[in-house]
């Protein structure tokens, strides 16, 4: 299979299950992220219905990166309610066995895309300290640190730190 042999699309409903057999897969492999092997504890039916509601958003977008139909990364922007609808909460995720073949890169550059064309003006992500390979990504795209929580997970008793990250899209 050739190296960047994969697409990116707009998630759909009938993604639902297949999503989330990849987040309990990838919260497995990585403690890079929020969840465990447990995943979010969604239904596939509440999952369905959750991306068939933000299917024609302006606010949300959930993107998917497939191989042969196989869902081997993905990625979120959320807008902030109120005073901060100006901002985007962003997450990106890759299968292991996926990592540093320009997958997150290209994931991050449709979420980036889909913030300039519905009035974005600022992502903000979190990501732990240790992880140099996303950072790296994340300034290559012109994110900014902004700040480090030295406690933001506890993972088998370690607090791990996470630094806060903005890319102004203004």
Known sequence: MMKNDFIIEKA????????????????????????GA????????AEAEYIAGIENSR????????????????????RLPRRMKHRGDFSVSVLKEYWNRGIGRRLTEGI????????????????????????????????VKTGTH???FEI?????????????IE
């Open 12 to 35: 759909s409903p009938r993604d639902a299950a297949k999503l989330l057999e990849y987040l309990k897969r990838i919260g497995g492999e990585s403690d890079n992220l929020s969840f």
């Open 38 to 45: 447990e995943g979010l504890g969604f239904t596939p039916k």
């Open 59 to 78: 606010d949300s977008v959930m993107l998917v990166a497939k191989q042969n139909g196989r869902i081997i990364g993905s990625a979120s922007l959320n």
């Open 150 to 152: 030295p406690s933001f």
């Open 112 to 143: 980036i895309d889909f913030a300039r064309e519905n009035g974005f003006s600022v992502i903000d992500l979190q990501v732990r300290s240790d992880n140099a390979a996303a950072i790296h990504l994340y300034e290559k795209l012109g994110f």
């Open 156 to 168: 088998d008793g370690e607090k791990v730190p996470v630094d806060y990250m903005y890319l102004s």
